[in-house]
T-cell receptor
Framework: KAGVTQTPRYLIKTRGQQVTLSCSPISGHRSVSWYQQTPGQGLQFLFEYFSETQRNKGNFPGRFSGRQFSNSRSEMNVSTLELGDSALYLC????????????FGPGTRLLVL | GEDVEQSLFLSVREGDSSVINCTYTDSSSTYLYWYKQEPGAGLQLLTYIFSNMDMKQDQRLTVLLNKKDKHLSLRIADTQTGDSAIYFCAVNTGYSSASKIIFGSGTRLSIRP
């Protein structure tokens, strides 16, 4: 079974721009979660989607948003980029059931200049 | 709020056992994870344990859970140079494994020859 895939792997943007990151979960997984990893803050939960609905949300500003499609693929969008948004963005998928567990993709490394 | 703590660094001699410790605060956590992250890579799920278990063994890995003290440990037997990485302890905070996961800051394991 193919693992979680994320595109693009690397991205350079400038302040004020917006960015869209994509995540394809493991086949059959219906839950997708997004995390931000920075040296200063570590791994922080952004949000989780299940069956196209946001089910959980972390403590990030409204500039960070996401969505999930009917095929469980998910996108996250960051608008009005700030320097502090430079990070590794990780996506994880799970079956979404009580017995499932989360498997992570390789991440998208975003650099904001 | 919920918190997961672990020491930042651990250095062991090749062939010895490594023990990485973690404490958490959310007593309702049902899934407790250990992830491994190598440089430039995403998170690799090593193992996980349910809160109704005390111990789980998987080849060179042994996870011990002391639910009363909210203490989790990962023991790696016969540590090899390929085990050099950052190890993250993580726990879920919601009703299922697909809920929000809180990560520790990670323990950087280095191996001495």
């Amino acid at each position: 079974k193919a693992g979680v895939t994320q595109t693009p792997r690397y991205l350079i943007k400038t302040r004020g721009q917006q960015v869209t990151l994509s995540c394809s979960p493991i086949s059959g997984h219906r839950s997708v979660s997004w995390y931000q990893q920075t040296p200063g803050q570590g791994l922080q939960f952004l949000f989780e989607y299940f069956s196209e609905t946001q089910r959980n949300k972390g403590n990030f500003p409204g500039r960070f948003s996401g969505r999930q499609f009917s095929n469980s693929r998910s996108e996250m969008n960051v608008s009005t980029l700030e320097l502090g948004d430079s990070a590794l963005y990780l996506c994880a998928s799970s079956q979404g059931q009580l017995e499932g567990t989360q498997y992570f993709g390789p991440g998208t490394r975003l650099l904001v200049l | 709020g919920e918190d997961v703590e672990q020491s930042l660094f651990l250095s062991v001699r090749e062939g010895d056992s490594s023990v990485i410790n973690c404490t958490y605060t959310d007593s309702s956590s049902t899934y407790l994870y250990w992830y491994k992250q190598e440089p430039g890579a995403g998170l690799q799920l090593l193992t996980y344990i349910f809160s109704n278990m005390d111990m789980k063994q998987d080849q060179r890995l042994t996870v011990l859970l002391n639910k009363k003290d909210k203490h989790l440990s990962l023991r790696i037997a016969d540590t090899q140079t390929g085990d050099s990485a950052i190890y993250f302890c993580a726990v879920n905070t919601g009703y299922s494994s697909a809920s929000k996961i809180i990560f520790g800051s990670g323990t950087r394991l280095s191996i001495r020859p």
